[in-house]
């Protein structure tokens, strides 16, 4: 079996069938380094070089931290390539009696596949997955222009972000 960040359990099975066949929604998976996982990330922002090892090393960081990192892809089958990817952190709190909050991270389908509905698949699987572990809510950050692409995957505005940048 293929080593994947998490349980293929955690993926939804009504997302999985919805999509054409000749795409597989899964867990990021280490051979994805070469499979088109970073170029798509880098629709959404800057990536940077990022050497093999600093990827697998990441990756194995997170496959770690059971339960709190969900890095979900979804695969081309005919190109073998990563078009889409989405990020769900689990937050371990004291309040809401030790209560779980997800965070929609990195969310990102490349400029190619967009508008396809990958991307709202992308957002139902982590919404799945953020209420299959027990998050009491799951919250995102998004530009303006994004609002109305949250809005039709069942998201609404919470209020604003503040931000402190220390990579200027
Ligand atoms: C935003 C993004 C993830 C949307 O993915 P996508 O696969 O193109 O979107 P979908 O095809 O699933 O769109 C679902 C619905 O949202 C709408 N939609 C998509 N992007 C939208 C946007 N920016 N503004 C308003 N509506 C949008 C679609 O028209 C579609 O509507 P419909 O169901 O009425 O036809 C994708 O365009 C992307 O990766 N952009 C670059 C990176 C980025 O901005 N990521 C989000 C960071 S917060």
Redesign the pocket.
């Known amino acids: 079996m293929a080593d994947e960040l998490f349980s293929n359990s955690y993926i939804s099975f009504d997302v999985a069938k919805e999509l054409e066949p000749n795409y597989r929604i899964r867990p990021l998976q280490p051979s994805d380094y070469h499979g088109g996982f970073l170029r798509t990330l880098a ?3 800057t990536v940077g070089a990022i050497t093999e090892q600093r990827f697998i090393d990441q990756y194995e960081f997170m496959k770690h931290r059971q339960g709190e990192y969900f890095v979900v892809v979804i695969e081309n089958l005919l190109t073998g390539q990563v078009v ?1 990817t989405g990020t769900l952190v689990v937050e371990h709190k004291f309040i809401h009696e030790c209560g779980l909050v997800g965070h929609i991270e ?6 190619s ?11 139902r699987a982590l919404t799945f997955i953020g209420e299959k572990v027990g998050c009491y809510k799951i919250i ?4 303006p ?6 809005v ?2 069942g998201y609404e505005n919470g209020g604003f972000e503040m931000v402190k940048r220390f990579d200027k």
């Open positions: 629709d959404l922002t889409g990195d969310i990102a389908v490349a400029k596949e967009q508008g396809k509905k990958l991307g709202i698949k992308l957002i995102l950050d998004c530009s222009h994004n609002e109305q692409f949250y039709k995957c």
